[in-house]
């Protein structure tokens, strides 16, 4: 996927989705559910669940955090709520219904997420610029 296009953008949301989406939704299965049921005593299946969870947290975090920034993220985050507030003040969503508006939330954190695992090959279509983490520094 080191090329941009619609398909592999798609991907990208799919995969972000589901990781929010595993790891919380307001449906009531998801991991942080199945855990606070079984608290305080928490099984190795449990365990392994989250450390596979928070891999795919830190990978996807760290890669969005590279590729767009703080400002970035910051910039994401306002446009999402403003396109949030706009869907209100149309009507799309009632802010009382906050089983819509969980869902709504994670979506634009997966929006996000999947911008910036692809801001990367948008910039360097745009520019011929490539992003590259510094490797060895000295």
């Given at each position: 996927?080191?090329?941009?296009?619609?398909?592999?953008?798609?991907?990208?949301?799919?995969?972000?989705?589901?990781?929010?989406?595993?790891?919380?939704?307001?449906?009531?299965?998801?991991?942080?559910?199945?855990?606070?049921?079984?608290?305080?005593?928490?099984?190795?299946?449990?365990?392994?669940?989250?450390?596979?969870?928070?891999?795919?947290?830190?990978?996807?975090?760290?890669?969005?955090?590279?590729?767009?920034?703080?400002?970035?993220i910051l910039l994401a985050s306002a446009?999402?709520?403003?396109?949030?507030?706009?869907?209100?003040?149309?009507?799309?969503?009632?802010?009382?219904?906050?089983?819509?508006?969980?869902?709504?939330?994670?979506?634009?954190?997966?929006?996000?997420?999947?911008?910036?695992?692809?801001?990367?090959?948008?910039?360097?279509?745009?520019t011929g610029q490539t992003d590259v983490?510094?490797?060895?520094?000295?």
């Amino acid at each position: 996927m080191d090329k941009l296009t619609l398909p592999g953008f798609l991907l990208r949301l799919c995969m972000a989705f589901a990781l929010v989406a595993f790891t919380y939704n307001p449906s009531g299965h998801s991991f942080v559910h199945w855990v606070s049921t079984s608290m305080p005593h928490v099984g190795p299946t449990q365990v392994i669940a989250g450390l596979i969870l928070l891999g795919a947290w830190g990978f996807l975090v760290h890669a969005t955090w590279l590729s767009l920034g703080t400002i970035g993220i910051l910039l994401a985050s306002a446009l999402s709520a403003a396109f949030i507030w706009l869907f209100v003040s149309w009507g799309w969503f009632n802010l009382k219904d906050t089983s819509v508006m969980s869902w709504v939330a994670l979506s634009a954190l997966a929006i996000i997420l999947s911008v910036g695992l692809s801001w990367s090959n948008v910039r360097r279509r745009l520019t011929g610029q490539t992003d590259v983490e510094q490797v060895g520094r000295q």
